[in-house]
C-alpha cells in the first residue's frame, strides 16, 4: 500500500548511570569557621566541574557508600548511626570521570583548599558504612606520613 510514510521509532537512550557526587564530611560550619571556609571552597570547586556536594549528616555514617552515591539497589540503612563520628576532614568522589576527579584535585590546590583524606568510590569500597571507609582512608593516611 502506498500510503502515509512511517514515522521512525524513537531511539531508546540508556541511561548514563547515577550523577556525580561529592560526598563532604568535616567540612561545614559545625565543625568551626575554618571548616566552613574550606568547605565553600571545596563546594565552589565541585560546581567549577559540574559535580554536586552531598555533606553527609553525623546520623547517616552507618549508610552504605553506595547509598551516598546513589548507586541503584542501595538505600539508608534502618536505624541511625550510633558510633562515633570522625574527627577529621573527608570527601568521596562518586560517579566522577577521571577528567573531573583530575580537574577536582587541581582546583583544590589552586584554591588553597586542599582535604587530606579523600577517596575515590570503587566496587570494593561501595558497601562499606561511610564511618568505615573515613576511618580506613585515615588510617592508611596516618600510615603513609
Not at 7 to 13: S, T, Y
Not at 28 to 43: L, M, N, Q, T, V
Not at 75 to 96: H, I, M, Q, S, W
Not at 126 to 142: F, G, S
Request: glycine share 10%.
Amino acid at each position: 500500500m502506498a500510503g502515509k510514510p512511517r514515522k521512525k521509532a524513537a531511539k531508546k537512550v540508556k541511561p548514563s548511570g547515577p550523577a556525580p557526587v561529592a560526598v563532604l564530611w568535616g567540612l561545614d560550619p559545625s565543625f568551626g569557621e575554618a571548616a566552613g571556609k574550606k568547605g565553600d571552597a571545596i563546594r565552589e570547586v565541585l560546581k567549577s566541574i559540574d559535580v554536586r556536594p552531598r555533606t553527609a549528616a553525623v546520623e547517616r555514617l552507618g549508610d552504605a557508600a553506595g547509598a551516598f552515591a546513589g548507586l541503584v539497589g542501595y538505600r539508608p540503612a534502618f536505624t541511625d548511626y550510633a558510633g562515633p563520628a570522625p574527627e577529621c576532614e573527608f570527601v568521596l568522589l562518586c560517579n566522577l570521570t577521571n577528567a573531573q576527579v583530575e580537574g577536582f584535585m587541581a582546583g583544590c590546590r589552586e584554591a588553597g583548599c586542599v582535604v587530606g583524606s579523600k577517596a575515590v568510590l570503587t566496587k570494593h569500597n561501595k558497601d562499606w558504612p561511610l564511618a568505615r571507609l573515613i576511618a580506613a582512608v585515615n588510617a592508611e593516611h596516618a600510615q603513609m606520613a
